[in-house]
Nanobody, 128 residues
Framework: QLQLVESGGGLVQPGGSLRLSCAAS????????VGWFRQAPGKEREGVSC????????KYADSVKGRFTISRDNGPNMVYLQMNSLKPEDTALYYC?????????????????????WGQGTQVTVSS
């Protein structure tokens, strides 16, 4: 059974950078679309970015376009989220999730991640 563990969160000043990692075990992450999601207190969960199985296609929320980059390395079963030019409004608990179905597209993954395996989340706080 696929399990996901996020890491790399922390406290950073506005304008700073963080790199989040999502490590998978118990299965082959490369079979599935993967996404990063976030949820701030009092707000709904938001799809931040998603990537196709091969890594050739990506999708980003408008709020992070040009600042965040999603990537994957299927060899070691890893997915990353490079976050640059961080803003206070990026503060949230960030989760990675992998689709259950290998035919779920990265677009569908970002829009409706209802059938997915989730990690426990890593906190990102952007504050001076």
């Amino acid at each position: 059974q696929l399990q996901l563990v996020e890491s790399g969160g922390g406290l950073v000043q506005p304008g700073g950078s963080l790199r989040l990692s999502c490590a998978a075990s118990g299965g082959t992450l490369g079979y599935f679309a993967v996404g990063w999601f976030r949820q701030a207190p009092g707000k709904e969960r938001e799809g931040v970015s998603c990537i196709s199985r091969s890594g050739s296609s990506t999708k980003y929320a408008d709020s992070v376009k040009g600042r965040f980059t999603i990537s994957r390395d299927n060899g070691p079963n890893m997915v990353y989220l490079q976050m640059n030019s961080l803003k206070p409004e990026d503060t949230a608990l960030y989760y990675c999730a992998a689709a259950w179905d290998p035919f779920t597209t990265h677009q569908d993954m970002c829009d409706t991640p209802t059938r997915a395996t989730w990690g426990q989340g890593t906190q990102v706080t952007v504050s001076s």
